[in-house]
């Protein structure tokens, strides 16, 4: 089965700054991964996917993740947050076969400080 | 498109009321999802369905939950009797299930059930 590890639970960034979250996933084959992004009071909106060619994705509201299988990650990055960015922030391991349901990870709180 | 669709948004109820959260998936998917999200324990599977059918009900935490899917466009997660260790939001979502999607999951807006 797979698995999905998100090492922060919460990272504090300034207004304008460089923004990495971590995500490490576990499982034997090539994933489905996925980034999800949840404001206060909203569901989880899809940020973006891997499942296949380029490693580097490039998402909505100028987010992207590199899917690198040498280190089980695909960590999320954004070169300049907005204070609009602070939200929850969810990884998400799937699989081609199997029960095909992705895993999510315990996410990761944003705080934007102006 | 629309996306996800559930109702109520936001349900405050007694103990011991029977509550009903009801879900329109997208058109055209095939599986639906339900999931419950706290603050302690996260966001959790409670039951699946693919084609209408139940497929995993294993996070169902007892038999005081139940759900339905009596066709492609509407699902019932019902609380009988709803108890204030129920408090959670309660997501309900689907996905087209197909490799070109990479099986991706949609989410709607959320129930917020408080149970006084």
């Known amino acids: 089965a797979q698995s999905v590890t998100q090492p922060d639970i919460h990272i504090t960034v300034s207004e304008g700054a460089s923004l990495e979250l971590r995500c490490n996933y576990s499982y034997g084959a090539t994933p489905y991964l996925f980034w999800y992004v949840q404001s206060p009071g909203q569901g989880l909106q899809l940020l973006l996917k891997?499942?296949?060619?380029?490693?580097l994705v490039q998402g909505i509201k100028g987010f992207e993740a590199e899917f690198k299988r040498s280190q089980s990650s695909f960590n999320l990055r954004k070169p300049s947050v907005h204070w609009s960015d602070a939200a929850e922030y969810f990884c998400a391991v799937g699989t081609s076969g199997g029960s095909y349901i992705p895993t999510f990870g315990r996410g990761t709180s944003l705080i934007v400080h102006p | 498109d629309a996306g996800v669709i559930q109702s109520p948004r936001h349900e405050v109820t007694e103990m011991g009321q029977e509550v009903t959260l009801r879900c329109k998936p997208i058109s055209g998917h095939n599986s639906l999802f339900w999931y419950r999200q706290t603050m302690m324990r996260g966001l959790e599977l409670l039951i699946y369905f693919n084609n209408n059918v139940p497929i995993d009900d294993s996070g169902m935490p007892e038999d005081r939950f139940s759900a339905k899917m009596p066709n492609a466009s509407f699902s019932t997660l019902k609380i009988q009797p709803s108890e204030p260790r129920d408090s959670a939001v309660y997501f309900c979502?689907?996905?087209?299930?197909?490799?070109?999607?990479?099986?991706?999951?949609?989410f709607g807006e959320g129930s917020w059930l408080t149970v006084v």
């Open positions: 891997y499942f296949s060619g380029d490693t």
């Open positions: 979502a689907s996905s087209p299930r197909n490799a070109a999607s990479g099986n991706t999951i949609y």
